[in-house]
Structures are given as structure tokens and as C-alpha cells.
């Protein structure tokens, strides 16, 4: 893995709203933003209090044996515990009620009221412990999407996936470590969907996934107190460094209308993506009428031609498209 190339997510300190609007949202790169209040939780939010303040509604967590979660092996079940139990259970290593196996890790990502149909919102789940967390006001009210909760056991991994939706992730207790890939290494992270195949990013099957090296690493530790910015369709892949406590706040880039309605979890594709890839395959379903080389043919011309109509670095002017060349 010596050839992959690594960079830090930089790090801004205080900054203001007017200086992340100005400086940092518009580069559309991770950031790392430290010293952001996000009130009183960082002092309040110790098990007990959240156990406390929590209740005992009934939430859907990941579990499983092993820290490091596969999605393509299922190694792990979706199992339902009180809330204050299921923090208990994340904050301890070794369990003496358990599901699977005495020393099994455990996944919060909060829901909405209606699962399939309304996003999270910390403010109607668990409205006494929303008042600790102060949203940054760094997007206008009509843009918020929805509020998280994300909270995990010690050393837990959530694996490589990207959401349409531009995301604060707070880290409220606990370290974690974030490791995030540009969108324009998508070809390089053998996708499935929104998810990477490469499950193993810190030692992963190069004979499987040669070109994984290609991808340009980007990666922070989260303290808590610490926001991290990541911009919809950026990567990322998450392993808790201590038990930990977070929230995250996704909201509306594009214009409302361009996301589909019915995605409560902000990761499906924009409206006019999904007409778009479903246009590309009623054009790979026409190519079929012809034979194996002049399919050849025409499939290289077509690449070339998406090419050079979407990939940022070569659309030079924007009328470019409509002057022809002499
Ligand atoms: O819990 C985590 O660390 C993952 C967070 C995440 O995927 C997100 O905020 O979109
Ligand atoms: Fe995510």
C-alpha cells in the first residue's frame, strides 16, 4: 500500500459562518472545523445522562461480532434494544446480555418516526437530549434535512459509502478516525451501489482491487468538539477509536426538487442522476441490435463523448458544448 498517495484533511479553527460560506464550503473539500460550539452536550453527554435523558424507546442497531462491518458478507444482524440499554451495551467492551457473542460491537444510526418515510431529527426522537446540541447555523433553515444520531462501540468501522446530501458530522464524545475519497476516485473504489467494495481499506486485496492504490487517501482523527465537513458524494469510512458519541447534520445542496422524494436517508441518487443512468441503459440495451465490433465501436465513441461533456477537467468554457470547431 506504499503507492497509495495520503493527505490530511486540514484543520481551520473558530470558524465563523461567515468564513465557512466564504472560504471553505465553496472549495467543496472535507474539512476538519475545530472550536465550532455545539453546546452543552460535549460536557452532559456521559452514558448515564444519556441513558437518562435517552429513555427507553426502542431503536434498530447493527450488530456484530467483529468491529470492522461487511456489507457484502452480512457479518453482521439488525437487532432492536432500549435506548438507554444499547448505550450501556456500546460502552462496554464485554457484555452479559448479548446477542450474538459476549464481546460484540454495536452501531447506532437513529431513524426517523416513520422509518421509510420521514429522515432522522434528533428534535422529535429525543427532544430532551436535542436541546444539549446546538446545529451550527451554517445552512439556512429550508436546506436542513435531517439530524443523527450516530453512536458506536469501540472500534467499530462503517464501511466506504458516499450520501447525496452535504453532512456536518459532529463528534460529540469519544475519537474517531475518518478516512475520506474524492468522487472522482469513484473508479478507483469498486463500487456496489453507494458502498466500496473494498472492505479492508488499511490492508486491502490488491489482487482483487489493483487500482485501489489510485485513490488519493484524505483522513482526520476526530476529538470531540470537532466537526467534520463532508461534501455530498465524497467517500468516507468511519472506525471508532473509543466508544463515541456523534450527530450528524445533513442538508440540501441543489435545489429541492432535485432529490428524491423518498429517501429518508439522504443517500439516493439525484433525480436527474437516476434519468440519466436509466437513459444509459436503454442506450447499452439498444447498442445490443448491432454485433460485437461495431458495439466496440460506437461503446468507445460514446465514452469519449460522456467524457468530454461531464468530466470537470475538461469542460474548459461552459459554451464550449455549443461551438463548433472550424
Ligand atoms: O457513524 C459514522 O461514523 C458514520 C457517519 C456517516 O456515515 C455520516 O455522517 O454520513
Ligand atoms: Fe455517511
Given at each position: 500500500m506504499e503507492l497509495q498517495e495520503k493527505v490530511a484533511v486540514p484543520i481551520f479553527t473558530e470558524v465563523e459562518k461567515e468564513v465557512f460560506l466564504r472560504d471553505?464550503?465553496?472549495?467543496?473539500r472535507p474539512a476538519v472545523l475545530r472550536g465550532v460550539s455545539l453546546g452543552p452536550c460535549l460536557e452532559k453527554w456521559t452514558v448515564e445522562y444519556l441513558g437518562q435523558n435517552g429513555g427507553d424507546k426502542e431503536v434498530k442497531i447493527h450488530v456484530s461480532t467483529?468491529?470492522?462491518?461487511d456489507f457484502l458478507h452480512k457479518n453482521f444482524a439488525y437487532k432492536t434494544l432500549p435506548f438507554n440499554e444499547f448505550v450501556k451495551r456500546a460502552s462496554e467492551k464485554k457484555h452479559s446480555d448479548f446477542f450474538l457473542c459476549e464481546d460484540e460491537s454495536y452501531y447506532l444510526r437513529s431513524l426517523g418516526e416513520d422509518v421509510r418515510k420521514e429522515p432522522a431529527d434528533l428534535s422529535k426522537q429525543f427532544p430532551v437530549l436535542a436541546e444539549d446540541f446546538h446545529i451550527p447555523q451554517f445552512f439556512t433553515a429550508d436546506q436542513f434535512f435531517s439530524s443523527v444520531f450516530r453512536i458506536s462501540s469501540c472500534g467499530l468501522q462503517l464501511w466506504t459509502h458516499y450520501d447525496v446530501m452535504d453532512n456536518l458530522l459532529a463528534q460529540v464524545t469519544g475519537t474517531k478516525r475518518v478516512v475520506l475519497y474524492s468522487p472522482q476516485d469513484a473508479l478507483h473504489l469498486y463500487l456496489s451501489g453507494d458502498k466500496s467494495?473494498?472492505?479492508?481499506?488499511?490492508?486491502?486485496d490488491l489482487k482483487r482491487?489493483?487500482?485501489?492504490?489510485?485513490a488519493k487517501r484524505y483522513e482526520c482523527v476526530l476529538e470531540p468538539g470537532d466537526l467534520l465537513f463532508i461534501p455530498a458524494l465524497w467517500f468516507h469510512n468511519t472506525v471508532a477509536l473509543q466508544f463515541g458519541v456523534g450527530v450528524n447534520v445533513f442538508w440540501r445542496h441543489?435545489?429541492?426538487?432535485?432529490?428524491?422524494?423518498?429517501?429518508p436517508y439522504g443517500n439516493k441518487d439525484p433525480v436527474a442522476a437516476t434519468r440519466a443512468l436509466q437513459a444509459l441503459e436503454r442506450a447499452l440495451h439498444t447498442l445490443d441490435e448491432l454485433p460485437a465490433d461495431y458495439r466496440d465501436f460506437y461503446g468507445r465513441r460514446m465514452i469519449q463523448r460522456i467524457q468530454k461533456r461531464t468530466y470537470c477537467d475538461s469542460v474548459?468554457?461552459?459554451t464550449s458544448q455549443f461551438t463548433k470547431p472550424g
Open positions: 471553505i464550503y465553496p472549495q467543496r467483529v468491529p470492522q462491518m467494495e473494498v472492505v479492508d481499506i488499511d490492508s486491502p482491487f489493483p487500482d485501489f492504490v489510485k441543489l435545489p429541492a426538487d432535485s432529490y428524491d422524494r423518498k429517501d474548459t468554457l461552459p
